[in-house]
């Protein structure tokens, strides 16, 4: 079955370390985004992807690192830099191109929950 | 200003109601629109696509207003299941950007 996988589902960090959270798809997206989701709060984008090799930041990219250097794969880097990372991390893709294709629906992953002790 | 606002809830209705949320966007220029319900401590799962002319899948409607920049969600005769925080989803065009509303969270009481 086609989807996106987000590993680990949960991860417990110690302040300074960095950790990087997987993020595959197999529905062929060109588009993957990651988001941060606190509690009781909406999603906002940490960054996002068009196409391989390329990357945009969202609007809380401080703190954090990725990279697509294939068309499945969008992993998130929370460095020590990122100065509050508890938080549920969602990883989504959509079909980018233009005309009706693109419905711009986005599938997620079913998140990595981020703890730093 | 936010670019998607949400009215924030929580809305606690009873069962068979009928709820109404609305959701507004700043840029002009959005292309396409969703409403995605989340269940507590899972990911947000696509409810409805929103279109121009409305659009209903069946106790629920969804309808755009370009001119006044809202989009709008109804929920009829509304069950326990119903229970959720629904987002407000819009596509701003620019280079693939999808933006969300913080949610509006319903409960459902018997």
Redesign the interface.
């Known amino acids: 079955d086609g989807g996106i996988t987000q590993s680990p589902k949960y991860l417990f960090r110690k302040e300074g370390q960095n950790v990087t959270l997987s993020c595959e798809q197999n529905l062929n997206h060109d588009?993957m985004?990651w988001?941060r989701q606190d509690p009781g709060?909406?999603?906002?984008?940490i960054y996002?992807s068009?196409i391989v090799n390329d990357f945009?930041k969202?609007d809380i990219a401080e703190g954090y690192s990725v990279s697509r250097e294939k068309k499945e794969s969008f992993p998130l880097t929370v460095t020590s830099a990122q100065k509050n990372p508890t938080a549920?991390y969602?990883c989504a893709s959509?079909i980018?191109g233009a005309g009706a294709a693109n419905?711009?629906?986005?599938f997620?992953?079913?998140?990595s929950r981020l703890t730093v002790l | 200003r936010k670019e998607v606002e949400?009215d924030p809830g929580p809305f606690n209705v009873p069962e068979g109601a009928t709820v109404a949320f609305n959701c507004t966007y700043s840029n002009s220029a959005s292309?396409?629109f969703?409403w995605?319900r989340q269940d507590c401590?899972?990911?947000?799962?696509?409810l409805m696509?929103v279109y121009s002319s409305g659009n209903e899948d069946g106790r629920f409607t969804a309808q755009l207003n370009r001119a006044s920049q809202y989009i709008s969600l109804l929920i009829r005769d509304s069950k326990l299941s119903d229970s959720a925080t629904y987002?407000c989803?819009v596509?701003t065009g620019s280079?693939?950007?999808?933006?969300?509303?913080?949610?509006t969270r319903l409960s459902i009481r018997p």
């Open positions: 588009a985004y988001y709060q909406g999603l906002r984008l996002y068009q945009q969202g549920f969602l959509s980018r419905t711009g629906e986005l997620f992953g079913e998140g | 949400q292309q396409s969703f995605y401590r899972k990911e947000p799962k696509l696509s987002l989803v596509n280079a693939s950007k999808i933006i969300f509303g913080s949610g």
